[in-house]
């Protein structure tokens, strides 16, 4: 039988609605308007659509949207001195540096001119440190939904066997520590990895966190293991071979729809835990055969 989806945009529908209803209540009670600021440097299409799509969502719950535009040649110290002066701006909830930012700056000092208290993108070593330690904190955005999507559909993960391929600091490596500390045996692979179809095949858990086209071959899937797919490629292709996974699989998402809308609406409801929001009811969804 072919894998149930995991239903991203459903899940992240329900966060939204959650955190449209805490921002709300805010506003009712202190008259605060959360705000979130978006920081893009350059013209790249791809991070002028992001920063719009967030915007949007950001009119959706409420939250207030304040985006600045920086010029392709923003040096990093002009980048560091923009981020501080956001971090000190008592109407600025939270921040997000859209990246990757252009080749010339050192894309870490500008991490790190963002307030932790206002790190709603999870960015910053302070956020990652809090993640490792277990500590509460802001979590980088894309690995909270993909451990709260598996969550909104029950899938269990301690004991599991989880195999993460990719190490970036963002995602691959934060989504490991996040299981990890749920009691699961993670194996991360990367570009060095030699065995990668036998790490795969040997996975309860597959998380796919690379930025390669079907890299991931559907054959290599243990049958009645959970496959996340984080990777997002022209043509909306994910890293994993999704038709040929999904006759072996148990639970899968799909791209798009699967991680991608999870990722906007963690960064939302973490703007409205850091504008001090109450904090909502967790979401959760059945398993679809007890539905
Ligand atoms: P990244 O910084 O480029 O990291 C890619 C990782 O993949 C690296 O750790 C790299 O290993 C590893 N890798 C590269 N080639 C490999 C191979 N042949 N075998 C095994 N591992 C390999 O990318 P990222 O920012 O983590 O993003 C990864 C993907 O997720 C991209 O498709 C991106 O678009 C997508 N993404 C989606 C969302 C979302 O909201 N859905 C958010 C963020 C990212 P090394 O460390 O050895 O170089």
């Not at 980048?79 to 956001?86: A, G």
């Not at 991490?111 to 302070?126: H, L, N, R």
């Not at 095949?201 to 690379?210: E, G, H, K, S």
């Not at 559907?218 to 293991?225: L, N």
């Amino acid at each position: 039988m072919p894998a149930d989806e995991l239903n991203g945009t459903l899940v992240a529908s329900k966060l939204l609605a959650d955190t449209a209803d805490r921002v709300e209540s805010l506003k009712n009670t202190s008259g605060k308007v959360p705000a979130l600021a978006t920081v893009l440097v350059g013209d790249d299409p791809a991070s002028h659509t992001y920063v719009r799509m967030k915007a949007n969502r950001c009119a959706d719950v409420g939250i207030r949207s304040v985006r600045v535009d920086l010029d392709a040649a923003t040096t990093t110290e002009q980048l560091v001195t923009e981020l501080r002066s956001l971090s000190a701006d008592d109407d600025i909830s939270g921040i997000l540096l859209q990246h990757p930012v252009p080749h010339h700056i050192d894309e870490r000092a500008a991490f790190e001119a963002i307030a932790p208290a206002k790190d709603v993108d999870g960015v910053t070593a302070s956020s990652f440190a809090a993640t490792a330690l277990g500590f509460a904190g802001y979590e980088s955005c894309t690995p909270s939904g993909i451990v709260r999507l598996m969550d909104a559909y029950d899938i269990p993960v301690a004991g599991k066997h989880v195999v993460v391929v990719g190490r970036s600091h963002i995602l691959g490596l934060p989504v490991g520590m996040l299981l990890l500390q749920r009691n699961a045996t993670v194996t991360y692979c990367h570009s060095h990895t030699t065995d990668l179809a036998d790490q795969v095949r040997r996975a309860d858990i597959v998380i796919a966190a690379v930025g390669r086209p079907e890299l991931i071959r559907g054959d290599w899937i243990k049958r009645g293991a959970t496959v996340i797919d984080a990777g997002y490629n022209p043509g909306n292709v994910g890293d994993v071979e999704f038709a040929a996974a999904r006759e072996r699989a148990q639970w899968i998402t799909p791209v798009p729809g699967g991680v991608g809308p999870m990722t906007i609406a963690v960064l939302l409801a973490q703007t409205a835990d850091a504008a001090g929001a109450p904090s909502g009811t967790p979401v959760r969804l059945l398993p679809d055969h007890t539905r």
